[in-house]
């Protein structure tokens, strides 16, 4: 199975467009800031790579203020070896304009707008630090349309594609295979049950699609309960004979059943999401 220019193209421009969602509001002192937010609480930091941690910790910026994030990773730093504040500003100051750079169709055009930013900002070791991986699978992509291009058959395509991969280190084989299977895997999403479980079976075998069958079913059944649970919530909130102290009671005793003590965070962080949103519809 291969991964498109398309497919890539995806992953590079969703990654732009959700960082454009970040929001960027005046920090809380907070002298005994936790280093995980409350969403973070059932998860440990991700140390692979730097990148990796650095994107653990922007991984709740859609619910944090940005100062509070680097706050967080100030504490974290001071007990981890590597971790540099200092470039991790500079990454977030990299993200804030990678997404003023928005979608566009021209992939050449975009990657190269990308380099250009990451020239800006960081050193070339940081640039190999950071960035390496991502950079070279854009570069894959671009290779892959080009051969598609001077191919004179699909066979040749096919010979001159293969050669090309070869040429990866096994990192990036790993990577790359890791992309395409992720982007098969997604494709899945539009089919009726039974076609998608023999598509998935052949990506990653029976026991691994019984796996993902038994989670697409939890999180419906998690969708199911939070919509109903909203619906809820929100007749307690409009109820005015209630006061705010017993709207919040009623409302923690609606939640409390429904949901375990993981979905509870989850299901706080998406009030809050709700609340954001209504607070900014007229």
């Known amino acids: 199975m291969r991964m498109t220019t398309k497919g890539l193209m995806l992953l ?5 467009v959700a960082a454009g969602a970040w929001i960027w509001t005046v920090a809380r002192d907070s002298s005994n800031l936790a280093i995980q937010a409350s969403s973070q609480q059932d998860t440990q930091v991700d140390e ?3 990148r990796d941690t650095f994107d653990y910790f922007l991984s709740d910026a859609s619910q944090t203020d940005v100062k509070t994030i680097e706050q967080r990773f100030e504490h974290y730093s001071d007990s981890s070896t590597g971790m540099d504040p200092v470039l991790f500003k500079k990454f977030i100051q990299y993200k804030a304009a990678l997404a003023e750079l928005g979608a566009t169709d021209d992939f050449s ?3 190269q707008q990308i380099l250009a930013l990451q020239a800006h900002f960081f050193t070339v070791e940081e640039q190999q630090r950071l960035f390496a991986e991502e950079n070279q699978m854009r570069e894959l992509a671009l290779r892959q349309k080009e051969l598609k291009q001077i191919a004179q058959s699909p066979a040749e395509y096919q010979q001159m594609w293969q050669q090309e991969l070869a040429q990866l280190s096994p990192e990036l084989q790993e990577s790359y295979h890791n992309a395409n299977l992720l982007t098969a895997l997604n494709e899945t999403n539009s089919m009726d049950a039974q076609s998608q479980f023999l598509v998935r079976e052949s990506l990653v075998g029976a026991e691994a699609s019984q796996r993902l069958a038994a989670l697409d079913e939890k999180r419906a059944q998690f969708e199911q309960s939070v919509q109903s649970y909203m619906l ?3 007749e307690i909130i409009e109820n005015e004979s209630l006061s705010e102290y017993d709207r919040k009671q009623a409302i923690a005793e609606l939640r409390e059943p429904l949901f375990d003590s993981r979905q509870i965070r989850r299901v706080e962080a998406l009030e809050r999401i709700h609340d954001q949103k209504s ?4």
Do not use: G, Q
Request: proline share 6%; charged share 5%; net charge positive.
């Open 12 to 16: 590079s421009v969703v990654s732009i």
């Open 279 to 282: 607070a900014l519809t007229p």
């Open 232 to 234: 809820a919530r929100a």
């Open 48 to 50: 692979a790579s730097l």
């Open 109 to 111: 055009a975009l990657h």
